[in-house]
């Protein structure tokens, strides 16, 4: 099973707006919703996107995502040092699985 | 309050058998799908497998398919992970989460993990 395919890391200073991004295939992205998790360090998982880009309550809104074709994008604008975490994303893939992609270590200059 | 409790990790040698289990409580267990995911030491996620709110659908990850069984009971609030012929690549935090689709990636609640070591 393939991976969905994300930069290793990422970096921005405060205030500043990142973007990571996620590529797939027509089987997974292409074909089905995708969402975003949030890890921080020493933390289970927490979703901040689903269904390609609806936010969770809690979720501030500074989070944001979207898809075009086989490839989508989590943006987070008005950066914080809070948000330094690990960012993964995640699609249900048509062979009957889910795939998450490698993850994107976000660091907050 | 939503949780969820995982329980059962420990250190097991190659080739032998852990269960694994997920105690659920504050949301009503039998209306949600339920997943498996687990994190290698210092690596990324990885889903394991995932099960229908009624139990009647499952799916696995192929570097799991044959090995692992996931299963439920409602009536206890409960999700469990059979895994058997345990290799050292098993080594990982498992964690459990809800999902409303056993055919989605997990969403909602998730739990602080169990760590299993497979190690002789």
């Known amino acids: 099973q393939s991976v969905l395919t994300q930069p290793p890391s990422a970096s921005g200073t405060p205030g500043q707006r990142v973007t990571i991004s996620c590529s797939g295939s027509?089987?997974?992205?292409?074909?089905?919703?995708v969402y975003w998790y949030q890890q921080l360090p020493g933390t289970a998982p927490k979703f901040v996107i689903y269904?390609?880009?609806q936010r969770p309550s809690g979720v501030p809104d500074r989070f944001s995502g979207s898809k075009s074709g086989t490839s989508a994008s989590l943006a987070i604008s008005g950066l914080r040092s809070e948000d330094e975490a690990d960012y993964y994303c995640?699609?249900?893939?048509?062979?009957?699985?889910?795939?998450f992609g490698g993850g994107t270590k976000l660091t907050v200059l | 309050q939503e949780q969820l409790v995982e329980s059962g990790g420990g250190v097991v040698q190659p080739g032998r058998s852990l269960r694994l289990s997920c105690a659920a409580s504050?949301?009503?267990?039998?209306?949600?799908?339920m997943h498996w995911v687990r994190q290698a030491p210092g690596k990324g996620l990885e889903w394991v497998a995932a099960?229908?709110?009624?139990?009647?659908?499952?799916y696995y990850a192929d570097s799991v398919k044959g090995r692992v069984t996931i299963s439920r009971d409602n009536s206890n609030n409960r999700l469990y992970l059979q895994m058997n012929s345990l290799r050292p690549e098993d080594t990982a935090v498992y964690y459990c989460?809800?999902?409303?689709?056993?055919?989605?990636?997990?969403?909602?609640?998730w739990g602080q993990g169990t760590l299993v070591t497979v190690s002789s």
């Open positions: 269904r390609d880009n």
């Open positions: 504050g949301f009503t267990f039998s209306h949600y799908a």
């Open positions: 995640a699609a249900w893939d048509d062979s009957r699985s889910v795939l």
């Open positions: 027509s089987s997974n992205i292409g074909n089905n919703y």
């Open positions: 099960i229908s709110y009624d139990g009647g659908d499952k």
């Open positions: 989460a809800t999902g409303v689709s056993a055919m989605a990636p997990p969403f909602g609640y």
